[in-house]
């Protein structure tokens, strides 16, 4: 089992930035990719941002250029640098980290708004 916990949201203007982070605990040993994905009222989950163990990284083309995904030097902690932030990124975002299965934190507001 996975425990994911994230941290960071709030409300923000247009044009500003935020910082998300995710700790993991529990058996992430067996993580092989962490990321971040994000729910818009109305609309369904979708992927923001994916780092995996190879350091690959994989983004969505609406936060290419405004988002950075990294890792904590202890692997088990994900951030998601949000920058130019838009009202159209206003959602809930959830950690997730998938191995064998997915698992998902709770998820953190994040609200563009002036």
């Known amino acids: 089992q996975v425990q994911l916990v994230e941290s960071g949201g709030g409300l923000v203007q247009p044009g500003g930035s935020l910082r998300l982070s995710c700790v993991a605990s529990?058996?992430?040993?067996?993580?092989?990719?962490m990321g971040w994905y994000r729910q818009a009222p109305g609309k369904e989950r979708e992927l923001v941002a994916r780092?995996?163990?190879?350091?690959?990284?994989v983004y969505a083309d609406s936060v290419r250029g405004r988002f950075t995904i990294s890792r904590g030097n202890a692997k088990n902690t994900v951030f998601l640098q949000m920058s130019n932030l838009k009202p159209e990124d206003t959602a809930v975002y959830y950690c997730?980290?998938?191995?064998?299965?997915?698992?998902w934190g709770k998820g953190t507001l994040v609200t563009v708004s002036s």
């Open positions: 529990g058996s992430i040993f067996s993580i092989n990719v």
């Open positions: 780092i995996f163990t190879s350091d690959r990284i």
């Open positions: 997730n980290a998938a191995s064998n299965t997915n698992y």
